[in-house]
DNA sequence: ATCGTTGCAAATGTTTTGCATGTCA
DNA sequence: TGACATGCAAAACATTTGCAACGAT
């Protein structure tokens, strides 16, 4: 059942997730689509980003280990992103200010080639 | 009334500051806070930021200009960081991607020199 | 009289939780 | 039988909105 997300690179919400399914006559609740989507981020199967609106999206990664995501705001398409010399720059600036155990957050948003493409008047409309 | 956030240099949520200005004696009503601080961060006057439990929390910055945040997560205390070198690393590796109107947040949450400090065991505990 | 500000109460929307039911070993 | 997965309905929460009251011009 975990394998709900296989199919996917587009970060996609429990909410949608839901609706899908249903499409496709899986009789799921949405109870259950959270608790499982809960389940497999916290089991770090599933990288979790929080939308403008307050929604959690899911999306599974090729790699379990710490990278980031360049996301199409049109389509949510994703791809994952290393950077290494950002890692280095946040620890840096932190250790100047005098901070320890630290983390970051960092997520990069665009607009595809696909959806900018053919119809790039879609960008410029907004 | 916009001198609500003037002091301080903590990112803050509605809640909170709703809280504070009632104890403050400020009769207050939560609808008028949420008001006032999204017309605030629509005007640019103050810096959003959502929490991890979907809280927005609001700050006022010594810039308008486009900046990050350095976060201690115990006390919430934010010191404004620039850093051309991330913009300019975000542009490149979207644009590489064919990625166009490129935006990202970025985000390094730590323990501050003062609630690492004296107590420095907090920093160990978690 | 009128326009902008306020606050209460109700609505919204996502996510979580209580509890009862079904299932598989 | 007993641990576990499920689903429905209700709860929790932050935030927004409808609407009537209020104040100053």
Redesign the pocket.
């Known amino acids: ?1 975990a394998a709900l997300l296989a199919d996917t690179e587009t970060f996609t ?3 949608d997730l839901h609706a899908r399914l249903r499409e496709q006559g899986e ?6 689509v ?3 989507l ?1 389940f497999l981020a916290d089991a770090g199967e599933l990288d979790v980003v929080r939308n403008d ?4 999206l899911y999306r599974r990664c090729g790699t379990h280990q710490h990278h980031h995501h360049l996301v199409c705001h049109t389509c949510g398409r994703a791809v994952e992103i290393e950077g290494p010399e950002i890692e280095a720059w946040a620890e840096r600036v932190a250790a100047a200010e005098g901070f320890t155990t630290i983390t970051h957050t960092l997520e990069i948003y665009g607009t595809c080639p696909t959806c900018a493409g053919p119809q790039a008047a879609d960008s410029l409309r907004k």
Chains 1, 2 share one sequence.
């Open positions: 059942m919400s429990a909410q009789p799921v609740g949405l109870t259950t959270y608790r499982h809960q609106d307050g929604e959690n």
